[in-house]
C-alpha cells in the first residue's frame, strides 16, 4: 500500500466511519481522521483494513461544500487524485475536485456488485443480518438503554439513581447512599449509560488504593468495562507509547495517593482529556476554608477540568456539614461558593422536609407548614392543591393532589438534583443480624510468644504494637517459623471445625485480615477434617478469584466454606450464605462494616448469623467489646462509626498494645452515648424529601418491571446462539442454564469481540449469573452481542443471497426481490443520534413487475417458506436474470426513498418532543432552583440545533438483498 498525505481511504471494518483522509504517515504507521464520525484511526502501513477511494470518468462525485461533479477526467500528482468535469448545479465545465475536497459521507460496498460478482450469502445469513438490524434499532431506541445488561438483580432505587443521572450531559453528582445499598453498582450503571451513549469516552476513576481492585473487578464483572490500573511502574511502561501516560487508555483507574505523591502525574492526569471523574469514599477528603487537605486540591484541581464528576460518599451531612458542603463545592463551586449561605439554605427546606412527612401519611398540613410550602412553590401553584386537600373531595383526588405537591417540592428542592441519599429506614429488603460473641480460652504457646514479643517490642509506635497485638498466631510464627501449625492448637480453629460440621447443609464465609491466615485456615481445615474450603485473597488474579468464587457458590460438589483476607473480600457479594465467621477483627468500624455488607446487602433473603471467636485476656477481647458494647456494630450498621473511632482512637490504640482493660469501660460508655447522640442526629436530620427523591418511588418500580420484562427475551436467545454459530464459535451446553463458548480455528475473524482466548461460561438468565461468579449474564448491551453484530455489518455478512419459492400457485421461475435499507445519519455517537435516528431497516419486497408487497408478505412468515441455494446454482440463477435484477433494484430506490421523509419526521418529533420537553422543564426549575447549570441548559440547546441538522440529512443506503425464484419441487 502506498499512501500520501490528502488521500481518501475507507475503512473494511468499520464502513460506518465514513470517508478517511490520510493526515499522518510514519516509517510504521498511518493516521487516518474520519470527519463524518470525528474519529482517528492509526493503522500498520503494511496491512491495514483499508480501501484506497478512486473513481472514474463518468461517475458523479459530491463535494464537502454540497455541489456534485461529474467526472470526465482524473489527474494523479504524488499520489493524490484531482477530479476534472461538470458542475452539476451549475454546469459548468472543466471544474477541478481534489479528492481532499470530497463529501466525508460518501457511501461504498453495494451488495448487488457482489451478489452479480457470484459473492453469495447462505440464505441463513441473510437472514441474521435482517434480524441483528432490526434488534440493533429496537435496542438503540429503548429508553431503558444501558441499564439491561449488567450482571446485577434489578433494585428500583439503584436503577431510578442510573436512569436519572446517566442520561444527562456531563453529570455532575453525590451519590451518598448508606452502606451496603449499591453506590458502586449505581455510579457503574450510570458509566455504562454514559458511554454506550458517546457522551463518555474516556474515564477516571480515583479510589483509596485499597479499593482499586474491587472496582476492577465490579467494572468488569458486572458492566463489561475494561479500566486498567495506573501506578508508578504502568507508567513508566506507558511512556514508550505516548509522552503522557494518562492518553494510553481510555478507561483508566487509580489510587487518591498516587496522585497526591507525585506532582508530575498528577499534572499529567490533568492534561489528559477527561469526560468523566468518578471519586469514591469523597468523605475522606478534609476540607476548610483556610486549609483544604492535599486530597482534596486534588481532587478540585479534576474535577474543575472534566465535565463529568460522581462523587461517592457513605457519610451523611448530618456528621459534619462543612465536610458536605465542601463535597457538593467540587461538584459547583460557582453554585456553592459560600459555607454560610448553604447552611442558611439549608435550613429553609428543613421544615419543608418534615410537611412532606405530614403529607405522606396523609394527615392535615399545619398553617407554618403550608407558609413554607408556598413560599417554595408560590401561591398560584399551591393554593388549588391545598384546596382539593381540605375539601370534601374524593380519595383519589387528595392522594393525586398531594403527589403533585410533593413532586413540585422535589424539583425544586435544594441539592435535590446534586445529591442522591437512601437509607436502610428508607429501602427496605434488609437482613436482620444475629451476632455471636465467643470468648475462647487462649493456647499457652500463644501466651509465652506474646510475652516475649511485649518485652522486645519497645521501638514499635503505639499503634503497630496494637495492631501486632491482635494477630497471636502471627507472633507465634515469628519466634517458631513460618512452618509451624499454630492450627493444630488454637481454639478457635477447634470451634471452627465443630461449627462447620455442626452447620453442614449451609455455606459458611470465613473473614481473616491476612491472606498467610486464610491459606493456613484452609490447610487446617483440608488436612484435619477433609472439608472442602477454598481461599480467596488478594495475590489471586481476577480469574482465580472467580473461580474460587465459583466453586463456592456451585450447590452440589461445590466448596462449603470460603475463607478470605480482609482485601481478598472487597466488593464481592455472598448473598447466597447467611453464616459469617470473624476468624479475627479488622481494626476500624469501617473494614468491619464491609466485612458484614458481604452478606448484609439488599436482596439477602435470610437472617444473617455473625460468630465472633475471640481469645480471652488479648486485644481482641477488647476491641470486640468495643465494637460491640460501644459501637453496636455487629448488630446494626454505624455511620458514625469512623468519627467515634477518631474521638477515641488513642485510648482504644493504647489499650490494645498493652493489652490493658484499665479505662476500657469509661471507653465503651462514651463511644455508646456519643452513637446514641449522632443517631439522634442523623434521624432528626434525616431529610425525607431527599430520600423520597432518591428512592424514586414508583416510577424506580415501573423502571424496574420494564427492565425484568426484557429478561428471559426467547428473541435474544435464538438470534445470540445463531450469531455465535455464524461467526464459528464452538457452543457446548453445559446444563443449569450455562453455555460454554469456545473460539474455533474457523472463526470468521481472529479474534471475538468481548470473548477471551480459553473461551467463557455464558447464561442468559439474570439469576444464574448472579450466583455464579464465573458465568457471564448475555443481554442485548453486552460486547458479545454488540461486538458480534458490528462484526457481521463490518464484515458483509449476509448482504446477499439467493433462495427458492416451492410454491405451485405461481409458474415456475417466477422472481421476487427482496430488498432490506436502512436509513441512518453519519454523526459523532455523542451527539445522541442514535436514540432518535439509529440505523432504521427498511423491507421493501417486490414481485417481477416492481409492484411493493412489503405489506402483504411478513418476513417471519415468509422467510418459512423458503429454501436455502447452493452457491453454484444461486450463481447462475443470477445471470439468468441480471437485467431484471437491476431493474427491480433500480424500483426498490423511490419505495424505500418516500419513507425517509417520514423517518426523519418521526425521528425529529421525538427527538423535539423529549428534549424540548426536558429544555421547557429545566428552564422552569432554573428559576427556583440553581442546582440548574447553565451549561447543561446550553449543552441541550445545541443538541437540539446539531441534532435537526443532523436527521435532515439522514441517507437512504441499500444494505442487503434476497433474489427470490418460485420453483415447484
Known sequence: ?????????????ESDLGLGTVVAIDARTVTLMFAASEENRVYARHDAPVTRVAFNVGDTIDSQEGWSLKVDKVIEDQGVLTYQGTRQDTQEQGIALREIFL?????????????????????DNFVLRYRALNNQYQQQKSPMRGLCGMRAGLIPHQLYIAHEVGRRHAPRVLLADEVGLGKTIEAGMIIHQQVLSGRAERILIVVPETLQHQWLVEMLRRFNLHFSIFDEERCVEAFAEADNPFDTQQFVLCSLDFLRKSRRRLEQALEADWDLLVVDEAHHLEWSQDNPSREYQVVEALAEQTPGVLLLTATPEQLGRESHFARLRLLDSDRFYDYEAFVEEEEKYAPVANAVTNLLSGQPLA?????????????????????VLESNACEEEKVSARQELITNLMDRHGTGRVLFRNTRAGVKGFPVRHVHL??????????????????????????????KMLYPEEIFQEFEGEESSWWQFDSRVNW????????????????ASRASTALQLEQALREREGIRATVFHEGMSILERDKAAAYFAQEEGGAQVLICSEIGSEGRNFQFANQLVMFDLPFNPDLLEQRIGRLDRIGQTQDIDIHVPYLKGTAQEILARWFHEGLNAFEETCPAGRIIYDRCA?????????????????????????????????????????????NGGEKAQRIAEQIAATDGDTNLVTFAI?????????????????????????????????LNPEGATVTFDRETALAREDVQLITWEHPMIQGGIDLLMSEGVGTSAVSLLKNK?????????????????????????????????????????????????????????????????ASKLVTSVQTQVHDLIEAGMPIAEAQIANIRAQAQHEMEQQLNGELERMLALKAVNPNIRDEEIAALQEQITELTDFIGRAQCQLDSLRLIVVAHN
Open 650 to 694: 488513642e485510648r482504644l490504640i493504647e489499650l490494645l498494645a498493652s493489652v490493658s482493660t484499665d479505662g476500657l469501660d469509661e471507653i465503651v460508655q462514651e463511644s455508646q452515648e456519643l452513637n446514641q447522640v449522632l443517631k439522634a442526629q442523623m434521624e432528626q436530620g434525616r431529610d425525607r424529601l431527599l430520600e423520597m427523591h432518591s
Open 722 to 754: 445463531s450469531l455465535f454459530d455464524t461467526v464459528g464459535l464452538n457452543q457446548d451446553d453445559r446444563g443449569d442454564n450455562a453455555i460454554i463458548l469456545h473460539p474455533t480455528e474457523h472463526m470468521m475473524v481472529s479474534s471475538y469481540p468481548g
Open 1 to 13: 500500500m502506498t499512501f500520501a498525505l490528502g488521500q481518501r481511504w475507507i475503512s473494511d471494518t
Open 367 to 387: 398553617n407554618d407548614e403550608k407558609n413554607d410550602i408556598t413560599d417554595l412553590l408560590g401561591e398560584q401553584d399551591v393554593e388549588p392543591l391545598f384546596n
Open 809 to 873: 400457485a405461481l409458474p415456475v421461475g417466477t422472481i421476487l426481490m427482496e430488498l432490506v435499507y436502512v436509513v441512518d445519519v453519519q454523526a459523532p455517537k455523542r451527539s445522541g443520534i442514535t436514540r432518535f435516528l439509529p440505523p432504521t431497516p427498511v423491507r421493501v419486497m417486490l414481485d417481477g413487475k416492481g409492484n411493493d408487497l412489503s405489506a402483504q408478505v411478513e418476513f417471519e412468515g415468509f422467510n418459512r417458506q423458503l429454501s436455502p441455494v447452493n452457491r453454484h446454482l
Open 438 to 467: 465467643l470468648p475462647m480460652d487462649i493456647p499457652a504457646q500463644y501466651e509465652t510468644s506474646m510475652r516475649v514479643a511485649g518485652m522486645i517490642g519497645g521501638k514499635l509506635s503505639s499503634e503497630a504494637r496494637a495492631i
Open 103 to 123: 463529501s466525508h459521507q460518501i457511501r461504498f460496498n453495494k451488495p448487488q456488485d457482489k451478489l452479480f460478482a457470484g459473492q453469495i450469502d447462505r440464505m
Open 496 to 511: 471452627l471445625l465443630d461449627k462447620i460440621k455442626e452447620k453442614r447443609s449451609d455455606k459458611i464465609l470465613v473473614i
